[in-house]
């Protein structure tokens, strides 16, 4: 297995550049990568006819004109939704992007991905396994890491994608953060920065997994994470560290 952290930049693109454009859609890939990034992050579900789609939330609420559970919709049903005037109504030809799709645009842009598993509650098998024909069908030139909260779909990861770097997203770093990583097999983990804690971060780093941040979009933060070792932060501003 090639260990993606080796690969991955001090600063991930959270949701693409989400402070510019429509999270985890193609415009906010292509903007991050205008602003520097490198790497980019973005939320992975199924359609209800099971191909991966990039998407935060369980519902469409908040990220489109659309209504109710993605999982709900088939593809062809998202595929018509606005996924952009939410945002901006500059946005509102941008269109829910599938897994494939994105793979296509990073390979075009050589974009390290971190793909950040949400399955749906009961789903985790159906939605790793969309993840993997994605990539069977579309393979990747540039490097990917799979991470999720949830421990099913990570498990699931470590059974049909054995080859990729997986990692645990928390929110506070649990005090037996070993067990926890260690019960998915996971090679980093990422926690919310109002969880910092300098002293278990140190922990994690000397017993050799990596540690990741989300979501810092204040430069103070960034230095106060770089200093106690944090391998990498999540930023919705990919060009914090220029600003
Ligand atoms: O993957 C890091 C971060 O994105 C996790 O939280 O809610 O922004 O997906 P969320
Ligand atoms: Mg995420």
Redesign the pocket.
Known sequence: MQNAYKSMPALIA??GAGAFAPENTAAAISLAVELGATWC?V?VTISADAVAVLH?DVDLERCSNGHGLVVKHSLAQLKMLDMGSWFDPKYHQQRILTLPELLQQANELKLGL?L?I?PTIGLETETVAAVAKALEDTPANHPILL?SFNIHALREAKIQLPNLTRAL?VEAIPHNWHERVSEVDAHGL?FQLQFFDAALVKQILQAGIYCAS??VNDKTDADRLYKAGVNAI?SDYPNLLTL
């Open positions: 959270h949701r992050e939320d935060h971190n950040e949400k991470s997203n990422h989300y979501t999540f």
